[in-house]
Protein backbone atom coordinates (compact mmCIF):
# COMPACT_ATOMS: atom_id res chain seq x y z
CA UNK A 1 0.00 0.00 0.00
CA UNK A 2 1.18 3.28 -1.22
CA UNK A 3 2.13 5.59 1.25
CA UNK A 4 -0.31 8.65 1.04
CA UNK A 5 0.45 12.30 2.14
CA UNK A 6 -2.02 14.68 3.49
CA UNK A 7 -1.69 18.42 2.87
CA UNK A 8 1.40 18.78 5.54
CA UNK A 9 3.54 16.54 4.35
CA UNK A 10 2.99 13.55 6.67
CA UNK A 11 1.76 10.01 5.60
CA UNK A 12 -1.70 8.52 6.94
CA UNK A 13 0.28 6.28 8.97
CA UNK A 14 2.64 8.49 10.61
CA UNK A 15 -0.39 10.18 11.69
CA UNK A 16 -1.83 7.60 13.06
CA UNK A 17 1.01 6.37 14.94
CA UNK A 18 1.64 10.25 16.52
CA UNK A 19 -2.23 9.91 17.31
CA UNK A 20 -1.68 6.73 19.23
CA UNK A 21 1.60 7.91 20.97
CA UNK A 22 -0.52 10.86 22.14
CA UNK A 23 -3.48 8.72 23.45
CA UNK A 24 -0.92 6.84 25.30
CA UNK A 25 0.69 9.79 26.88
CA UNK A 26 -2.99 11.22 27.53
CA UNK A 27 -3.72 8.05 29.42
CA UNK A 28 -0.67 8.33 31.67
CA UNK A 29 -1.31 11.45 32.25
CA UNK A 30 -4.81 10.77 33.55
CA UNK A 31 -3.27 7.78 35.54
CA UNK A 32 -1.15 9.84 37.30
CA UNK A 33 -3.46 12.83 38.15
CA UNK A 34 -6.17 10.26 39.15
CA UNK A 35 -3.46 8.62 41.54
CA UNK A 36 -1.97 11.77 42.50
CA UNK A 37 -5.97 12.92 43.51
CA UNK A 38 -6.18 9.88 45.80
CA UNK A 39 -2.80 10.62 47.15
CA UNK A 40 -4.67 13.90 47.95
CA UNK A 41 -7.83 12.58 49.36
CA UNK A 42 -5.76 9.94 51.49
CA UNK A 43 -3.98 12.16 53.32
CA UNK A 44 -6.70 14.48 53.93
CA UNK A 45 -8.58 11.57 55.45
CA UNK A 46 -5.83 11.02 57.35
CA UNK A 47 -5.69 14.39 58.76
CA UNK A 48 -9.46 14.21 59.46
CA UNK A 49 -9.21 11.12 61.46
CA UNK A 50 -6.20 12.62 63.17
CA UNK A 51 -8.46 16.03 64.11
CA UNK A 52 -11.45 13.57 65.22
CA UNK A 53 -9.27 11.64 67.32
CA UNK A 54 -8.17 15.25 69.26
CA UNK A 55 -11.58 16.14 69.55
CA UNK A 56 -12.81 12.98 70.73
CA UNK A 57 -10.19 13.09 73.30
CA UNK A 58 -11.00 16.47 73.95
CA UNK A 59 -14.70 15.60 74.78
CA UNK A 60 -13.28 12.80 76.74
CA UNK A 61 -11.18 15.05 79.37
CA UNK A 62 -14.66 17.72 79.44
CA UNK A 63 -16.32 14.86 80.56
CA UNK A 64 -13.87 13.34 82.88
CA UNK A 65 -13.47 17.54 84.47
CA UNK A 66 -17.62 17.59 84.70
CA UNK A 67 -18.13 14.46 86.25
CA UNK A 68 -15.61 15.64 88.79
CA UNK A 69 -17.36 18.93 89.12
CA UNK A 70 -20.46 17.27 89.56
CA UNK A 71 -18.81 14.83 92.76
CA UNK A 72 -17.47 17.71 94.08
CA UNK A 73 -20.66 19.48 94.08
CA UNK A 74 -22.77 16.41 94.82
CA UNK A 75 -20.42 16.38 98.13
CA UNK A 76 -20.73 19.83 99.13
CA UNK A 77 -24.97 19.81 98.57
CA UNK A 78 -24.59 16.43 101.16
CA UNK A 79 -22.52 18.13 104.06
CA UNK A 80 -24.88 21.18 103.79
CA UNK A 81 -28.23 19.43 103.84
CA UNK A 82 -26.44 17.46 107.12
CA UNK A 83 -25.58 20.30 108.94
CA UNK A 84 -28.99 21.89 108.18
CA UNK A 85 -31.22 18.29 109.40
CA UNK A 86 -28.54 19.01 112.63
CA UNK A 87 -29.74 22.72 113.81
CA UNK A 88 -33.59 23.81 114.63
CA UNK A 89 -35.78 24.53 111.62
CA UNK A 90 -36.76 27.88 113.53
CA UNK A 91 -37.21 29.50 117.25
CA UNK A 92 -40.02 31.51 118.65
CA UNK A 93 -38.75 35.33 119.23
CA UNK A 94 -37.30 36.01 122.23
CA UNK A 95 -36.99 32.63 123.92
CA UNK A 96 -34.04 30.29 123.84
CA UNK A 97 -33.93 26.85 124.67
CA UNK A 98 -33.18 25.60 128.13
CA UNK A 99 -29.22 24.59 128.69
CA UNK A 100 -29.45 21.44 130.24
CA UNK A 101 -25.71 21.25 132.84
Do not use: C, Y
Not at 5 to 26: A, N, P, V, W
Not at 73 to 79: D, I, Q, S, W
Amino acid sequence: MAKRQTKRGISREEFEHRMDFMELKLDQIERKLQDKADEIVAIELLQHRREIDDLSEAIDRIDQQLRKIEEELNGVNRTKEAGEQERPRFRAAGKTAPIMS
